[in-house]
């Protein structure tokens, strides 16, 4: 019967030699001609899906092996396509002996497309469609199996500022906090905070006069929050201190120590003299 069927082959009567070994192998399931004369008449006919399905059906183990690696299944991906909200890496993966063969813009892969050689990071906000084939060892390759990923970072929580925002005549400490690991950024000038502007990390004494102070956390991936403002305007002017006050307090204690020569900023040694004035003020 094999020799039979492999006369077919030889003679390009596809029907007839697949109708042959098919019945070889219903009579004997363990029949290895037959069954590799089955596969080789799908061969001929690029029927790569048939050759799936026929080995998939052999129940031997030992047959299964041996025939395995004629298969031509589409690449596992390790992460299903979908939206992310932190980079991920993706690896493709076959159970055969061959080489996966990838594109990341849209088109179909070749094997002049990426050779896969080691796990893909996506990395960068965006969207991502990636495609690969399988190419068995024997050259038969797959059909295309496509994924499409969506990196998107999650946006920093808002922080939160105390006091709340108002006139004060008695100062008063500045605090932020963000209930996850981004960093604050802060102004004082009015701008909005960026990544270059400075770092909240400890609290801030409250400037006297009106002021503004602007908040915003950024993640570790440069993602930006919103921005939160708070207008504070701290008048110390009737208060137990005045500036005058606070500043004639602080060169008493320069001359007290030694480091001024009297009240008026003269510095000994040096020419000229240091002038002071009050800008921010802390409640002690």
């Given at each position: 019967v094999d020799n039979y069927g492999r006369s077919l082959l030889a003679c390009d009567d596809y029907s007839?030699?697949?109708?042959?070994?098919?019945?070889?192998?219903?009579?004997?399931?363990l029949d290895v001609f037959a069954s590799q004369g089955l596969i080789d008449t799908y061969?001929?006919?690029?029927?790569?899906?048939?050759?799936?399905?026929?080995i998939e059906s052999i129940?031997?183990?030992?047959?299964?092996?041996?025939?395995?690696?004629?298969?031509?299944?589409?690449?596992?991906f390790s992460l299903e396509g979908g939206e992310y909200e932190d980079g991920i890496t993706i690896r493709l993966s076959?159970?055969?002996?061959?080489?996966?063969?990838y594109t990341m813009d849209g088109s179909e892969p070749t094997v002049e497309s990426a050779n896969y050689e080691k796990p893909i990071v996506l990395s960068e906000e965006g969207e991502y469609s990636i495609s690969a084939i399988f190419i068995n060892s024997y050259g038969m390759l797959s059909e295309p199996v496509t994924e499409k990923y969506i990196i998107s970072y999650s946006i920093p929580d808002d922080p939160v500022i105390e006091p709340e925002e108002g006139g004060y005549l008695y100062p008063a400490y500045i605090t932020a906090s963000v209930s996850d690991d981004s960093v604050i950024h802060y102004t004082t000038d009015g701008t909005d905070p960026n990544e270059d502007s400075a770092v909240y990390d400890m609290k801030l004494p409250m400037?006297?006069?009106?002021n503004i102070y602007k908040f915003r956390a950024i993640s570790d991936r440069g993602v930006s929050g919103n921005v939160i403002s708070r207008h504070y305007s701290l008048g110390i002017f009737n208060a137990v201190c005045t500036e005058t006050d606070a500043v004639n307090y602080v060169t008493a204690s320069l001359v007290a120590t030694g480091a001024l020569q009297d009240i008026y900023g003269t510095i000994p040694g040096v020419s000229g003299h240091y002038s002071y004035s009050c800008t921010t003020a802390a409640k002690e």
């Open positions: 007839g030699a697949e109708e042959i070994f098919k019945i070889a192998c219903e009579l004997d399931s061969r001929e006919q690029n029927k790569n899906e048939e050759i799936n399905l026929f129940d031997d183990e030992e047959l299964y092996n041996k025939f395995k690696d004629y298969m031509t299944l589409p690449p596992d076959s159970d055969n002996t061959g080489d996966i063969y400037k006297i006069g009106d």
